[in-house]
């Protein structure tokens, strides 16, 4: 299988806090756009190629 | 915009699972004493939000398969947390439980190349240190290709 992404646990766990924490009863929940969900990519350091989404 | 069922919908599917561990099917939403609707309506709902990339359905049966990040099947990812197991789909969806629980609990997580046991615990609103990396196998825009594979 090709190589993807490695990181560390704590980045995972800062990730998740962030796309997966918002409470998704709430009726303002939304899907992050293309250009939010690369912020908060290179916010955590995740960038590269394979960290792209166009 | 989402159609105001369809935020009924979400927002009782994720109290459910939140609540009790698991999604629920599409004839106990319609017959919520909340909600109280036709189970087509229900399915159709359904239906909307899985093309809206808020669920994933199972391909036969039409029921919640995901409700990110929660899986409405058994995984290699439990969390127990409150009392309750819950299902990630992923170990990054296992974290994400925890995230969207705001509690204390555990991830019986085990390495996916060779089964060693990967226990994590968030404590405190923190990760405890542990050993390991995680890794994804599948390129960001790739995920949603066959989100069930990644």
Known sequence: ?54 | MTPPLDLTIRRHVYETVLTTGLPPLARETAASRTLNLPELEVRASFERLAAGRVLVLQEESREILMAPPFSAVPTPFPVEAAGLRYWGNCVWDALGILAMLKRDGTIAASCGCCGEAMPLRVEGGDLQPAEGIVHFAIPARRWWEDIVFT
């Open chain 1, 1 to 54: 299988m090709e190589r993807g992404a490695a990181f560390s646990l704590e980045t995972a766990w800062q990730l998740a806090v962030a796309w997966l924490g918002p409470d998704r009863r709430d009726p303002q929940w939304r899907r992050r756009t293309v250009e939010e969900a690369e912020a908060l990519f290179g916010e955590l350091g995740l960038t590269g190629t394979f960290w792209g989404l166009r």
